[in-house]
């Protein structure tokens, strides 16, 4: 009998171990929710090249204390284990974002022939909102809470034979079950 108890409770904390939300896996669904809208919007460009940058938040250690949940000793990494798991994206740093550019050497050819760049920046502030948020999923398992994140991206391509450039961003509000609720891309304003 006390082996059964043994073997109850053992698979009983592995189950709720089991729950604790791995950030990889929510950033792999905001990755794939904007690779979606952007293949959708883009008709006209079937050459995509589509970029991330890697750079994520690294915490030592997180606990929960008197004050609230505390993340220690943040280390900024370039986590390209979570790149090799997207077969759609390819990982490159933000300072390859901020660089690209297209030349326009075929002057006679269409704009479609031209890749449609989409840099993803990587936004440190909201993967910390993403990680601190699954520690209070973790150590709080009945809290109600709300949180968006809000990715900057910058859209480089030619259009009537010039190199055109526009940076916009998608926000995305998640619950505490990490779905998304709200899903919308906002622009900077001229």
């Given at each position: ?22 950030p990889?896996i ?6 794939d ?8 919007q ?23 204390d ?20 997207l ?29 449609d ?17 699954s ?5 709080e ?9 809000l990715?900057?991206?910058?859209n480089?391509q030619i ?9 916009y961003?998608?926000k995305?509000?998640f ?5 998304i609720?709200?899903?919308?891309k ?5």
């Open positions: 009998m006390k082996l059964f108890f043994l073997i109850s409770s053992l698979i009983f904390m592995l189950h709720i171990d089991a729950q604790v939300v791995n990889n929510i950033r792999a669904k905001i990755y929710t904007i690779m979606q809208d952007i293949n959708k883009n008709l006209n460009f079937p050459n995509q090249k589509i970029v991330i940058d890697p750079t994520i938040n690294k915490f030592e250690d997180y606990r929960m008197e004050f609230g949940i505390k993340l220690d000793s943040v280390k900024y990494e370039q986590d390209l284990s979570f790149c090799n798991k077969s759609a994206y390819k990982c490159v740093t933000k300072f390859e974002i901020d660089n690209y550019s297209i030349t326009n050497v075929y002057k006679n050819e269409k704009d479609a022939i031209f890749p760049f989409y840099g993803i920046y990587a936004p440190l502030d909201s993967w910390y909102n993403l990680i601190y948020y520690a209070v999923g973790h150590f398992k009945n809290k109600t809470f709300q949180f968006s994140i990715l900057p991206v910058r480089v259009k009537n034979k010039k190199m055109e450039e526009q940076v961003f998608y995305l509000l619950d505490e079950r990490f779905q609720l709200k899903f919308e906002l622009f900077l304003k001229p």
